[in-house]
């Protein structure tokens, strides 16, 4: 499987051209990523419902743009929360 946000969606999506931030923008993506997926219990790929995926790029954007040291879930809380997994 394949990762949910791939460098190329997310240099697409922060309107980046070029190579030299690629690394930092993958790192973006990794955290992201890992912090969207422990919010809502799943390991994503690039099947995953599109919501998850936008969560992604959002929280990479924040991250990117702002220069956010802790990536918040409440900016993008609407999104994931039809995804959670419930644990009792």
Known sequence: MTAPVSLTE????????HG???????????AARSRVEGEVGLSLTSTS????????????????????REMPIRPIEA??????????
């Open 20 to 30: 030299a931030e690629d690394g930092l923008i993958q790192t973006l993506i990794d």
């Open 49 to 68: 419902p599109a919501p998850l995926r936008l969560a992604i790029l959002m929280l990479a954007l924040r991250a990117y743009e702002r220069g956010e």
């Open 10 to 17: 997310a240099k697409l999506f922060l309107r980046v051209e």
């Open 79 to 88: 999104w994931i929360a039809p995804y959670r997994v419930v644990r009792l």
